[in-house]
């Protein structure tokens, strides 16, 4: 629902925004992300990049985000296990709909 569909004029979640905008750039480079990249799950329907003029403030929550992760007590190898998660989402959203095995196939996986 809201993490795939969201109208012009608004944002999915904003901790897929802060990722992006917060996290270092190798970081962003080991999760296959790039600050200006265009990804489906985070453009409304129609539109090529994400709404723009909210960079600072994401990055001023993403560090929020990662303080308030520690102050609970998480270890820096389970916030990055979040942040994986995050990026696969992203990355998720950029399959093509039509994404299933081939029908000549007798592998049911999906995967080649």
């Given amino acids: 629902s809201r993490v795939v569909v969201h109208a012009e ?10 990722m992006l905008a917060g996290l270092d750039s190798e970081t962003l480079k080991t999760l296959n992300l790039s600050r200006t990249g265009s990804y489906r799950l985070l453009c409304p329907d ?27 007590g998480l270890d820096p190898e389970t916030i990055g296990s979040i942040w994986r998660t995050l990026a696969g989402l992203i990355h ?21």
Avoid: I, M
Avoid at 93 to 112: Q, W
């Fill in 9 to 18: 004029g608004e944002r999915t979640y904003h901790c897929f925004y802060e």
């Fill in 46 to 72: 129609g539109v090529e990049k994400p709404l723009q003029g909210f960079e600072s403030r994401d990055a001023t929550n993403f560090k929020r985000l990662e303080d308030a992760l520690h102050t609970l």
């Fill in 92 to 112: 998720l959203g950029d399959l093509d709909e039509d994404f299933g095995p081939s029908s000549d196939s007798d592998d049911s996986s999906g995967l080649e």
